[in-house]
């Protein structure tokens, strides 16, 4: 008994489940932010404490290199000092110790980039190192203002002083420093003066060592003098500042630290407290999250496993449904699998599906369904089955592999759709079909069975007048005879490719056929016709035996159709033709249906092929013969096409081939 199939109610989401969703995204989010900000807290909280400890490091380093310079400056003058006091008490400079003295000083002392003597009118006499200073020697210190305001201090006080901040120049140095001028006596009466010649960027390099900060020297008058390279970026908040201390060196040193500093300078007990808080605010929110997801999944769960059995329930009584494990033995069968084949269910588990094969079905169908669905592809066809009773039904099908781990089937479901109905309405339609084309061709045909019978009538009459006569002799008998015979296996040759053509070869098993022989008896039924109108026929088959595996009756069919559809389109032309080509073509066999005709328009190339389309007189033709030859091609696994590329209008039928061959070429009519 037949039940109504239950439509299924699938169940969408209901307020009460949005409801759930967005308390449970704003509980997780909410204890997600807190432990977020807790933890970002905890960071905050120590960086600012680190930066702070930082910043107080880099103000003890500015006051220690403050102290350095001091140091360094003071120490390298009182050096210049004691040579003043040695060379006052011995009376005077020694042009031959100077040399020796002054080289063994700027070695002893790095920092200070040359020193020079210059006698009691300021005149530059002396300088070490002299190579590249050569253009001091005579230069005057009274020539410029500053230069000759600290002479004339050192000179008037008979102390110490140092000169602002000036360019070096004449000097081989180009950079920024200070004069040192310490004035040098002889019996009381002023000698000259030694002057220290200090460049900024050498007495702070050799003086200071911070290759972590950035060192910066700033001279009273807020000129930046010196900045010493850094690697990276700078960090904004770590820097100090600082007086030099020194009268002959007045200015500031500023002191900023490197990101890569501070980066390193980082607490291991910061990152691992600020991870500890991040790790318990996840742990939570995970917690949080899986409880309310464990709830709602169960309360989906549920309702998916009624929706699975609703869908489940419609499949079963809609299609026929069977699952198979790697072998292709059926585990699992439904209700309507037995009913249509009319086996029972446990005469069916652990079969294959050969217990319902027609073997209608050719081999190479079913070879590429294997190799098809063995490869992980899905595979689609019309297959013939036969039922438990022996009767014949047509299911369309679909089969599904389903993929183990190793990337190989584990097994298969099969889900069918019985189209038994549908085939007989097309078989009726193809029916149809053949005999309005029998009966387009139906003047042709008689002409093509009344010229044999004439010829066997007027053999006949020439034997009798013969036999009247009593002149028949038997050369004559047999050559009359042979005539007769010759005429005969013509007649029976029409008749039998009507009788082949007429009847329903849908249920036929594949044949081997040769191609050059299946398209002669096509030619038979049509060639009077074409003849008699004027439209030569060309055919071109490809040298020796080219054959396929088809249903030859339905491929004359589909031949015959386009035959004459290309008839219909040039008969009225000028110079006719139509040419039959059949070639190997790659892996295939082609035939090619080719007129002379202007070709079809685009604008209706992609209907051709719809059922009861046509462009024909009305009364003229069903609409239905390409419709219906493309489903058998696509019975046969080929296809039928339209070149679009050709100047004339060319059908292309192809099909698998079992061999290749050259090509021949014939005239018909």
Request: glycine share 8%; charged share 25%.
């Amino acid at each position: 008994m037949n039940h109504p199939i239950k439509t299924p109610q699938l169940r969408a989401e209901s307020e009460d489940d949005r409801q759930d969703k967005v308390t449970h995204l704003y509980i997780v989010l909410v204890t997600f932010l807190a432990g977020s900000v807790l933890a970002g807290l905890t960071w905050h909280v120590l960086e600012s404490e680190r930066i702070k400890s930082l910043q107080r490091m880099t103000q003890s380093a500015a006051e220690t290199a403050r102290f350095n310079l001091d140091q360094a400056l003071n120490e390298r003058i009182r050096s210049l000092n004691r040579m003043a006091d040695r060379w006052t008490r011995r009376g005077g400079v020694p042009s031959g110790e100077w040399s020796r003295d002054s080289l063994n000083y700027l070695n002893d002392m790095p920092g200070i980039f040359a020193i020079s003597w210059a006698d009691r009118t300021g005149q530059v006499r002396r300088i070490a190192p002299a190579e590249g200073n050569e253009s001091v020697l005579g230069f005057d210190l009274n020539s410029e203002k500053q230069r000759r305001e600290t002479l004339a201090a050192a000179r008037d006080s008979g102390r110490i002083r140092s000169s602002p901040i000036i360019q070096l120049k004449p000097l081989m140095s180009t950079g920024p420093g200070v004069l040192v001028m310490i004035p040098v006596f002889r019996e009381g009466r002023h000698d000259g003066v030694i002057v220290g010649v200090f460049e900024i960027r050498r007495l702070l390099e050799s003086a200071l060592h911070f290759p972590d900060h950035e060192l910066t020297f700033m001279g009273p008058d807020g000129v930046r003098y010196y900045t010493s390279p850094v690697h990276g970026a700078l960090h904004p908040a770590v820097g100090a500042e600082t007086g030099s201390g020194s009268e002959f060196l007045p200015g500031r040193l500023y002191l900023r630290a490197t990101e890569s500093f501070v980066q390193r300078a980082r607490s291991p007990l910061q990152t691992y407290l600020s991870l500890v808080g991040l790790l318990i605010s996840a742990s939570i929110t995970y917690l949080v999250h899986t409880l309310l997801r464990r709830r709602r999944s169960e309360r989906l769960l549920e309702s998916a496993q009624h929706e699975l059995q609703s869908y489940k329930d419609a499949m079963d009584r809609t299609n026929i449904v069977a699952f198979t494990d790697s072998q292709g033995r059926i585990t699992y069968v439904n209700d309507l699998f037995c009913r249509i084949s009319g086996y029972e269910r446990h005469e069916l588990i652990g079969r294959d599906h050969r217990i319902v094969n027609s073997g209608l079905m050719p081999k190479s169908m079913m070879k590429d369904l294997w190799d098809t669905i063995r490869d992980g592809r899905p595979w689609h066809g019309q297959i013939c089955n036969r039922a438990k009773d022996g009767s014949l039904y047509w299911v369309d099908t679909n089969i599904v592999p389903f993929m183990g781990a190793d990337e190989r089937p584990e097994k298969f479901i099969a889900i069918r759709r019985d189209i038994t109905t549908q085939r007989k309405i097309e078989r009726q339609l193809q029916e149809s079909s053949k005999m309005s084309s029998l009966g387009e061709m139906a003047a042709g045909l008689a002409h093509e069975l009344n010229t044999p019978l004439a010829n066997i009538k007027g053999r006949a009459q020439q034997l009798k007048a013969l036999i009247a006569a009593h002149a028949l002799t038997p050369d004559a008998l047999t050559r009359h005879l042979g005539s007769i015979d010759q005429t005969v296996d013509r007649i029976a040759k029409i008749v039998r490719g009507l009788k082949t053509f007429s009847r329903d070869a849908s249920q036929d098993p594949m044949e081997d056929v040769s191609v050059s022989g299946m398209i002669d008896e096509t030619l038979a039924f049509c060639g009077s016709r074409f003849k008699s109108h004027g439209v030569e026929l060309r055919v071109r088959i490809a040298e020796g035996d080219l054959r396929l595996s088809c249903r030859p009756a339905q491929i004359s069919q589909v031949l015959l159709n386009l035959l004459n559809n290309a008839f219909d389109a040039v008969h009225l032309t000028r110079d006719p033709w139509v040419e039959v080509e059949a070639l190997q073509a790659g892996d295939g066999v082609e035939i090619r249906v080719t007129d002379c005709g202007p070709g079809i328009p685009p604008e209706i190339r992609a209907r051709i092929m719809q059922p009861f389309f046509t462009t024909k007189e009305v009364g003229k033709g069903t609409g239905l013969g390409l419709s219906i030859a493309r489903g058998i091609m696509e019975a046969h696994r080929g296809r039928i096409d339209l070149d679009p590329d050709h100047p004339q209008t060319r059908f292309v039928l192809r099909l698998p081939a079992l061999n290749a061959a050259g090509i021949s070429e014939r005239k018909v009519a």
